[in-house]
């Protein structure tokens, strides 16, 4: 069974400070999503990385996969209060697996 | 593009009764959708494959008999609960991907905004 490990599961924050989201897995995925979701709303699909060392950037956030494509990272730099929300990580192996989530919190 | 609608999105209903819930593709057909049950402030949870035109396929532990499955078109599935109970009280989801897969090699989801059942 694969497995996606994400941490911190929480992170409350201060408006203007950076941040690092972690995905780990033993297994190797052939690409691996990030997702955002809203209290209420279903999941919005943020980026898809696929080559290993692949980085990718949407605006203040940045997006790394594992070189050897077991791992992946969201890191935020000066965060909003509208980043709040909990972000997912999802890798495509067999099906897609999903991480436990981490619940962002920036506060004003 | 890649739309996806459910309906409701919120529902109410007693103990006892089955409810339907339905997830359509608004801008694409999709021979595959998923359907994922939420607990609050947790991860997805897969409940089922749902394929167009033949049975569902059910994850380890869902009761195929409770949770009835039927994706007669390529733009909608509808989930059933029967006999909802309290417990059965979630946040469910349903999702589904793109023909061409978005990203080459890759299983791209486009979630619904979900449905909140609440069973009293």
């Known amino acids: 069974t694969q497995l996606l490990e994400q941490s911190p599961q929480f992170l409350s924050i201060q408006e203007g400070e950076n941040l690092t989201v972690y995905c780990n897995s033993s297994s190797v995925f052939s690409s691996l999503q990030w997702y955002r979701q809203e209290p209420g709303e279903g999941p919005v699909l943020l980026v898809t990385?696929?080559?290993?060392?692949e980085v990718k950037k949407l605006k203040r956030l940045t997006f790394q996969f594992g070189d050897a494509r077991k791992d992946s990272s969201l890191h935020i730099t000066a965060a909003q209060p509208g980043d709040t929300g909990l972000y997912l990580c999802a890798g495509h192996g067999n099906k897609l697996v999903f991480g436990a989530g981490t619940i962002l919190r920036v506060k004003s | 593009g890649a739309v996806v609608s459910q309906h409701p999105s919120r529902v109410i209903c007693k103990s006892g009764t089955s409810v339907k819930i339905e997830c359509r593709s608004l801008?694409?057909?999709?021979?595959?959708m998923f359907w994922y049950r939420q607990f609050p402030k947790q991860s997805l949870m897969l409940m089922a494959t749902s394929n167009e035109g033949s049975k569902a396929t059910y994850e380890q532990g869902v009761e195929k008999d409770k949770f009835l499955i039927n994706h007669a078109s390529l733009t909608l599935s509808t989930l059933t609960v029967t006999s909802a109970h309290p417990e059965d009280s979630s946040f469910y989801i349903c999702?589904?991907?793109?023909?061409?897969?978005?990203?080459?090699?890759?299983?791209?989801?486009?979630f619904g905004p979900g449905t909140r059942l609440t069973v009293t």
């Open positions: 999702s589904a991907t793109l023909p061409s897969g978005g990203v080459a090699g890759t299983l791209e989801q486009y």
């Open positions: 990385v696929v080559t290993g060392g």
């Open positions: 801008d694409f057909q999709a021979t595959t």
